[in-house]
């Protein structure tokens, strides 16, 4: 019998997983992609010797990456270390540097002689967050919805304590559960890490902490975090899987209520039983589909997540009094995180992450030196169209890193990158440079999220971070669980063979 084909449009960590997946149920898979290389955002930019993690620089729920491994039938194609500690973070004008750890008996002596009963305060946080993972992660997070009501339905059966969860933002919680606004501004950070901030993300995504402090911690990958990717590429080309580069699709031919086939950016076209889109799916269906529901207008008015600056230096010197993992904030919270992705703070001084990878990886940097990598949570191109100055603002923030370090850094640069949420936008097709797609209120998660499934194509399935459950990369290796097990349930030969068996 012949193969059926799928043609996946982007080689993003959903669609290099959703490619695994279906390679091992007998599919034959051809995957297209706009950038010159695999992995989408979990990507690897590599200038003047030096090395970077383009997007992500770690990861939690590591146990995502054993189902794929485990469903698939494949070797461990890359190899985690958990980061300990997880992250430090230095507050403008505080002395000190807070380490977090996942252990608590060294959390706790870090904030013990500003939050009375931290310990107790922490060990509570963490098993309301824990309880509210365990009752939402098989009823939720690893599930398909397949109508309103179903969505509705599983939603009924999350225990009512949850409920109050529901209706207060993050910030909300975290000040209900400390009283020091360092404790509150730290354990909140996780709101960015959804790319929003903990003033407009739902008190539920506290789950986070949970699941970073206690379930799972932080995760990196030995040579890289561009390992997984390599890893997977290779398990891919090995299984028959054929990757086309620098292929764009801009159109489509549509025919009987399916995709007929996919028209490349040179008019060559791609033809195959189903498609799977990684392309964010909201921009897909208003850019290529041309889904009025989809057009710029009503996405303009749908909340987005933050878009990076990301600035990539290239240091002559080691960075000892760096961690793997370092924030660096100010002492405006409060101001500044209600205002930055409206473009309504000023960036002379802005907030910002930053990462050594060659700390961990030394292959990153030549000996003695180091690669450094900033991320500058900004405000996407409806908010800040123009980002003509991004140097400016790029060297405001490593002024900043050298006082606050005491690295004379401009004296240390021998290569000097800045992208900007244009840059970020334009690689990958991200609505407006929004790093992280849609945000995650609860009208747009769950059944009001961009669907896994086509509304009008009964052969166009969507995978990745942009469609459910949601963002980061654990979510991704879900998202492709998912779509695929919603392709199968349609597939009628795949029908035919389980009845078969039988
Ligand atoms: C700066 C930054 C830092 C981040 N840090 C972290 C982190 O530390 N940890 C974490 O868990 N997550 C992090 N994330 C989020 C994480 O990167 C994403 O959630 C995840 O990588 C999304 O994977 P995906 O497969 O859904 O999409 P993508 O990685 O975006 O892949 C989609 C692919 O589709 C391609 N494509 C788009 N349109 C077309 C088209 N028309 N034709 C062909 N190809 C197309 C794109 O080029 C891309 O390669 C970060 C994101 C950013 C931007």
Known sequence: MRKKEVIIVGTGLGGLSAALRLSSLGFKVKM?????????????????????????????????????????????????????????VNIDGNPRNFTIYKDLDKLT????????????????HLKKTGNLYHDTEKIIIHRNFYSFFDYVMQLTKVPLKHGPLLFKTMWKELCQSFESKEARMIFSLVGFFLGAT???????????????????????????????????????????????????????????????????????????????????AAWFRGAILKRPRFSDKKLDKKKWTMAPLTIFLGIN?????LQYHNYFLGNNFNQYARGVFKNKVSFQKPYYYVNVPSKNNLDYAPDGKESLFILCPSPDLRFKPDWSNREQIAQNIIDDLSERTGYDLNKMIESRTVLSPEHWGKMFNLYKGSGLGLAHDMNQIGWFRPKNKDEKFKNVYYTGASTIPGTGLPMAVISSKLTVERLMKDDQDFQKKQSAVQ
């Open 317 to 321: 010197g080691k960075l000892d009094r």
């Open 109 to 124: 002596r870090e904030f013990m002689d500003m939050e009375p009963n931290f310990r107790e305060k922490m060990e509570k």
């Open 32 to 88: 297209v992609e706009k950038y010159h290389q695999a992995g989408g955002r979990l990507n690897l930019f590599v200038q003047d010797g030096f090395s970077f993690d383009l997007g992500p620089t770690f990861f939690s729920m590591s146990y995502e990456f054993d189902e794929l491994v485990k469903t698939t039938g494949i070797e461990y194609p890359f190899e985690f270390v958990e980061l300990d500690p997880l992250f430090t």
């Open 198 to 280: 903990p003033f407009d993300t739902p008190a539920v995504f506290s789950l986070l902490n949970y699941i970073e402090l206690k379930h799972n911690g932080y995760h990196n990958v030995k040579g890289g975090m561009y390992k997984i990717i390599e890893g997977l590429y290779k398990v891919l080309r090995e299984r028959g899987v054929d990757f086309y580069f620098n292929t764009e699709i801009v159109d489509t031919k549509k025919a009987n209520g399916k995709i007929e086939y996919l028209i490349d950016q040179e008019g060559k076209t791609w033809k195959g039983d189903y498609y799977i889109v990684n392309a964010d």
